[in-house]
């Protein structure tokens, strides 16, 4: 019998690359993580986005699938039970996971895979997959961090001091720990942009 090469399980389509790249973005809240996420995303062609699977209730500045997946406590402890997550973390009282089967897909397909986690989850990703690149967005000053959670008036006092105490223990840890290749300080953001661009597409040449 004729031998044929195994049929590979991803039919290899026109967007494919040959140098995938998992990338884990994470920083305070209050620091423009999402922000500069998106533009890397937009910025570097076949870059996907990881939409997480979270317990936290969705608001409306929300989309379903797009943000995240909003599903219930129980459904989150099923896809834990399976073994379904590449990491999770409980942040703020609540929990968020990455879907493992998702991102193994798209690193296949030579994609820039992004993961916009939490310090706890990023630990998590770097012992299975030590190839990740790890960045961590820092705010200027620890003064303009409160400022700026300040200023989005979209909690109370209380959740700010909590938020700003939760910031800095996340800041000190992700210096600490040794998961993170780059630390960028976002004082301008399209600045803060631009560095992250030139940084992962530096790393998905094989230059850190
Ligand atoms: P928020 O609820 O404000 O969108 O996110 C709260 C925190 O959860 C942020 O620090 C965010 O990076 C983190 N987060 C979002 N998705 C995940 C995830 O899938 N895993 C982990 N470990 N953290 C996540």
């Not at 770097?126 to 909690?155: N, T, W």
Request: aromatic share 8%; hydrophobic share 35%.
């Amino acid at each position: 019998m004729a031998d044929h090469p195994p049929e590979s399980a991803h039919p290899r389509l026109p967007t494919d690359t040959d140098n995938g790249l998992l990338l884990i973005i994470s920083g305070p809240s209050g620091v423009g993580k999402t922000t500069i996420t998106r533009g890397v995303e937009r910025s570097i062609p076949g870059s996907v986005f990881s939409v997480s699977y979270t317990t936290r209730a969705k608001t409306d500045a929300d989309v379903e699938a797009v943000d995240y997946h909003f599903i219930d406590h129980d459904e989150f402890q099923q896809l834990i039970d399976e073994d379904a997550f590449l990491e999770w973390a409980d942040v703020f009282g609540k929990r968020y996971g990455t879907r493992k089967k998702w991102v193994d897909e798209q690193l296949a397909r030579g994609r820039l895979v992004i993961l916009e986690i939490d310090v706890e989850g990023a630990k998590q990703v770097k012992a299975k997959m030590p190839e990740a690149f790890g960045m961590f967005i820092l705010p200027p000053s620890e003064d303009e961090l409160l400022r700026r959670l300040q200023s989005r008036k979209r909690e109370s006092e209380e959740l700010i001091a909590k938020r700003f105490a939760e910031a800095q223990h996340e800041i000190r840890e992700a210096k600490s720990c040794q998961v993170y290749d780059e630390f960028i300080v976002n004082e301008n953001l399209e600045n803060a942009i631009a560095d992250a661009v030139r940084l992962v597409e530096n790393a998905r040449n094989g230059d850190r």
